[in-house]
Structures are given as structure tokens and as C-alpha cells.
């Protein structure tokens, strides 16, 4: 029972790459001859790239949609209240001199931090700003509906996140959309080698059936109620010339270090993420916890894992640390689980069935232990605005 399992997997019998710590299960992985997985060989890419010549590639888009711009907004920058948002636009104001537009699809559960780190890159940056909101009781429906559909509890980020930069795009006229991390960097899905650059109908389809939000409708969600949600039809993407791009994939990308300069210049706040040991992904956000931890019961791994392959391919640590990080924390129940399972009504006995029906056949024989997280999270799991409607029903009842 208590072999040394010091820096070991997981999972016994399944295939991890053999520079970081990604699993087989990871979705759309690709392993090349030697077993290494598409983001470490996209990491040794990364460095020999001429950033230089990129650079300058940029400055000549932007300085072309400038131009094209006119009197409009140069560009659209999605932002989320995340450090990359708030990167983004200090490179884009400050450094380009681009008058963005900045859009936000708000997934309506902000923790506080993010909610601040919103408003405070609006101020830091001058930016115009227009937010979308799905409403409470729609979230936490979708929030439901979405486990059994896709296996998390987040379609309804996916989705929107995905669609309504695309909607503004077209509403607005302002057909360039800037992005930040590159697809190649972390996601797994492609290298820089070979991008899936711009914009191209394969994979908006790719992209957009996959969260087609007619599939979500059930007898307690509508058509209607997923209006916010569909995607812009591709003809008309095209007459508006719209045109994905991400700044990681023209400027050297590096998470921790544009994380440290935009918290010590322009006031960005971390905070605790639940399921990991880092504090500055998806720190806007009160759900990532629920969103790692369906992906570790699913699939075997969480948060800790993808950010422990990362600082192992960044070098910061060995691949057995990677696995002991991963192994201390994907496999916690998070605190949004409370959460989740309030909003959703469902009980903890029907989570957990539904998730043993979502595991992949192949790991289906794996036992995945979870273990009760058993400090208090840092950050309150509440949606804000619900914090501030209690903080002021708790004024007045003690008043
Ligand atoms: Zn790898």
C-alpha cells in the first residue's frame, strides 16, 4: 500500500510525454516518434524563432488596421480581467499606440479579484469597454446542462467567450480580433511550427459545432435562451473580413514574467486558484476548481498537472516534481463543488455518477482517489455580485 510513489504518475499504464507530464487522455494530444508532446516540441520551437523579424510583422499588421481604421476602433481586444487582458492592452495602448475596443463576455461567476483586475486594467489603460452578461438563473441552468453535455461545467464560457467577440466584430465594423497567448503555446493543439493561424472556416467549424448551442437545448433550457451563444454565420464573418490574431504568436510569450510586470506596474492582483499551486491563470473566476477538477475525474489530470508541464518545460522544475504537484493537487475536491452543487440542485452522489459516465473508456478501470481540501480557499467562492448583495443585507441586518 505505501510503495514510494515519489515522482510517479498518476495513472499506471497510460502514456505521459517524456519531457513533462501530460497524459494520453489530454484532448486532441499528438506524441511525436519519440513520445514528446506537441507543446514541449512547440516550446524548443519557441526559441528558435526569429522574435525579431516577428515583431516587426506585427508592427506592420497593426499599423495597416490603423490606417484601415480610420475614424473606428483599430481593433477588438477580448479581455477577461486575466493578467494576458491586461498585458494585451499595455502592449496595444502603450506600446502600438492601437485604440482598441475592449470586450468582455462576463461568465457571471467574477471572484472578487478578477472583478477588480477588470475594471482596474480599464482605468490603468483608457479603454472603452463593453461587457455581455448572461443572467443568473440562465448560468446556473447552462451550468447544469453542461456537465451531462460536455463533461465541465463551463459551456456557457466556452461558448461565449468563443461568440461574442465574433458578434461585436460584425456589430461594431471592427473586423481585427486580438488575441493573446499563442494556440501553440500550452493548449496542445498546435506548434508554432504549424499554426492554426488566422482565421479559416476550418476551424471556426471545428470550434463552433463542437459548442453549438442548439445541442444544449433541453426541457428546462430554449432556443431562445441560447441566443446569446451562437456563433456569427461564416458568411457573414467573411463580408465583414474578419480576422483572428494572437500576440504570441509575433512577441516572445512568457506567462510568469509578463504576470510579475503587470502586477508591479499596473497594480494586477493574484489570488488563490483552486486545484493548483499557481495563482495568476483564470484568477478571475471563482469555477476553475470545478472546471480542473470534472477534468481530472474524466480524464485523469487537472490544473496542477498543465502548470507543472509548463514550468517543467520552462526548466523551473524537474518532471518528478511536475508529478508530485499533480499528485497533491488535481486530485482535490474543490470548495466550488458547494457551489456548483447549490446552483444546480444536483446531489454530490449524482455528480459523481454522471462524472464516472464521462471517464474515458480507457482509464474507466483507473481508480481515481479524490481527497476533502481541507484549508479554506483565499478567495471566496461566490459570484461578486452576490457578494455585494450579501455584504449589504448583512449591513442592514446588523444595523
Ligand atoms: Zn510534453
Redesign the pocket.
Known amino acids: 500500500m505505501t510503495e514510494n510513489k515519489f515522482g510517479k504518475p498518476q495513472m499506471e499504464g497510460i502514456m505521459y ?1 517524456v ?2 507530464c ?1 497524459p494520453s487522455t489530454q484532448e486532441l494530444v499528438k506524441f511525436d516518434e519519440m513520445g ?2 506537441q ?2 516540441q512547440s516550446s524548443e520551437q519557441k526559441i528558435h524563432i526569429n522574435w525579431v523579424e516577428k515583431e516587426k510583422e506585427l508592427r506592420k499588421i497593426l499599423e495597416e488596421a490603423k490606417s484601415k481604421a480610420g475614424n473606428n476602433y483599430d481593433c477588438i481586444v477580448p479581455i477577461s480581467g486575466g493578467k494576458d487582458s491586461t498585458f494585451q492592452l499595455y502592449v496595444l495602448t502603450q506600446v502600438y499606440g492601437m485604440k482598441p475596443l475592449a470586450v468582455t463576455f462576463s461568465h457571471n461567476w467574477f471572484s472578487e479579484t478578477g472583478w477588480y483586475n477588470l475594471l482596474n486594467s480599464l482605468e490603468k489603460f483608457n479603454v472603452d469597454h463593453i461587457m455581455f452578461t448572461p443572467n443568473r438563473d440562465l448560468v446556473n441552468r447552462i451550468a447544469k446542462r453542461s456537465l451531462e453535455a460536455i463533461g465541465d461545467t463551463c459551456w456557457h464560457c466556452h461558448a461565449g467567450v468563443g461568440a461574442f467577440p465574433l458578434q461585436a466584430a460584425i456589430r461594431f465594423n471592427i473586423p481585427l480580433l486580438i488575441y493573446g497567448e499563442s494556440i501553440a503555446e500550452s493548449s496542445g493543439r498546435s506548434t508554432y511550427k504549424n499554426p492554426l493561424m488566422e482565421f479559416n472556416l476550418d476551424y471556426f467549424m471545428k470550434v463552433s459545432t463542437k459548442r453549438n448551442p442548439k445541442e444544449m437545448v433541453c426541457d428546462y433550457i430554449s432556443e431562445k435562451d441560447m441566443k446569446p451563444f451562437f456563433f456569427p454565420s461564416i458568411e457573414e464573418l467573411d463580408k465583414a473580413g474578419v480576422r483572428l490574431m494572437h500576440l504570441g504568436d509575433y512577441i516572445f510569450w512568457d506567462d510568469e514574467r509578463q504576470m510579475e510586470f503587470v502586477r508591479d506596474n499596473f497594480g494586477w492582483k493574484e489570488t488563490e486558484v483552486e486545484g493548483t499551486y499557481k495563482g495568476y491563470k483564470s484568477a478571475e473566476c471563482i469555477m476553475p476548481g470545478m472546471h480542473d477538477f470534472t477534468n481530472y475525474l474524466k480524464r485523469g489530470f487537472g490544473r496542477a498537472t498543465h502548470q507543472a ?1 509548463v514550468d517543467v ?1 520552462n526548466g523551473l522544475l524537474s518532471r518528478e516534481e511536475g508529478f508530485e504537484l499533480a499528485n497533491k493537487y488535481d486530485n482535490e475536491i474543490p470548495e466550488s463543488l458547494e457551489y456548483y452543487l447549490k446552483v444546480t440542485g444536483m446531489t454530490k452522489e449524482e455528480f459523481y455518477k454522471m462524472m464516472m459516465e464521462k471517464r474515458l473508456p480507457e482509464i474507466k478501470h483507473i481508480d481515481l482517489p479524490v481527497v476533502e481540501k481541507t484549508r479554506k480557499n483565499k478567495e471566496r467562492i461566490l459570484p461578486y455580485p452576490e457578494q455585494l448583495i450579501e455584504r449589504e443585507e448583512n449591513k442592514k441586518n446588523n444595523g
Open positions: 510525454c519531457r513533462c501530460i514528446i508532446c507543446a514541449c508541464s518545460r
